[in-house]
C-alpha cells in the first residue's frame, strides 16, 4: 500500500444522475477526509471520518452529498441529482489519529454537463 | 473567521532565482502550518510543516519558518528549478483538530 487510491480518476455526468466515487486510504490511517477543489482554488473540507463513525460535516455538503466508511476502511462519497455547480476534483485524503499531515489521493474529477 | 491568505500567482522565475512566497493565516490556538505542493498531474503532497511558533520546515531545498507574531509561514528557496514548476498551497490545520484549511494556492513557473 503505498498511498490513497480514489477510483474513478474522471467521471462526466449528465445533469440529474447520481454518482459515487471511493477512497481507499493507507491502510494503517483511521481518519479519513473528503475535500473538494475548484480551479483555481484550494482544497475545500466536505467531511470527514474516524475509523467509521462520521464526525464533521461541512455546510457545503448538502443534502444530496452523502459519504459512508463502513467497516472503517474504503469510503464511498456519493452525489445524487448532480448539478453543473458540482462539477470539481473530489480529494480524498487519510491520516493517523494525533498527526496532522494529511495524504492526499489524486482526487477525482466530476464533470457535469 | 479561519482562513489562509498567499500571495496570487502565477509566479515566474528564472532558473536559480530565488522563491519567497508569502502566506499567513487567521486561527485560533496554536495551529500546526504546511505547505502542500501539487506537480502537474499529481495529487497533493506535504512539502513541509512546523508544529509551533518558531519552528522552521525544510525539505528539498525549500524552508518555511513558524511566525507566531505576524502569523506567517512563508515559504522560501534560494535557488529554484525548473522541476519546481506547481501549485503551492499554505494550509494549517489546529490543534486537536480534523481538518485542514488551505489557501487558494500559487502557481509557480519557472524557466529554463
Known amino acids: 500500500d503505498t498511498g490513497v487510491s480514489q477510483n474513478p480518476r474522471h467521471k462526466i455526468t449528465k445533469r440529474g444522475q447520481n454518482v459515487t466515487f471511493r477512497c481507499d486510504p493507507i491502510?494503517?490511517?483511521?481518519?479519513l477526509y473528503w475535500y473538494r477543489q475548484t480551479l483555481g482554488q484550494g482544497p475545500e473540507f466536505l467531511t470527514y471520518?474516524?475509523?467509521?463513525?462520521?464526525?464533521?460535516k461541512s455546510r457545503l455538503l448538502s443534502d444530496r452529498f452523502s459519504a459512508e466508511r463502513p467497516k472503517g476502511s474504503f469510503s464511498t462519497l456519493e452525489i445524487q441529482r448532480t448539478e453543473q455547480g458540482d462539477s470539481a476534483m473530489y480529494l480524498c485524503?487519510?491520516?493517523?489519529?494525533?498527526?496532522?499531515?494529511?495524504?492526499f489521493g489524486q482526487g477525482t474529477r466530476l464533470t457535469v454537463v | 473567521g479561519n482562513s489562509v491568505t498567499q500571495m496570487e500567482g502565477p509566479v515566474t522565475l528564472s532558473e536559480e532565482a530565488f522563491l519567497t512566497i508569502n502566506c499567513t493565516y487567521t486561527a485560533t490556538g496554536y495551529p500546526s502550518l504546511f505547505w502542500y505542493v501539487q506537480y502537474p498531474g499529481e495529487g497533493l503532497q506535504l512539502l513541509l510543516k512546523?508544529?509551533?511558533?518558531?519552528d522552521k520546515g525544510s525539505n528539498k531545498g525549500f524552508e518555511a519558518t513558524y511566525r507566531k507574531e505576524t502569523t506567517s509561514f512563508h515559504l522560501e528557496k534560494g535557488s529554484v528549478q525548473v522541476s519546481d514548476s506547481a501549485v503551492y498551497f499554505c494550509a494549517y490545520a489546529n490543534t486537536g483538530g480534523f481538518k485542514t484549511i488551505f489557501g487558494a494556492g500559487t502557481r509557480l513557473f519557472v524557466k529554463a
Open positions: 512546523a508544529t509551533k511558533a518558531d
Open positions: 491502510s494503517e490511517h483511521n481518519r
Open positions: 471520518f474516524q475509523n467509521e463513525a462520521q464526525l464533521e
Open positions: 485524503a487519510s491520516s493517523l489519529a494525533g498527526r496532522f499531515e494529511a495524504f
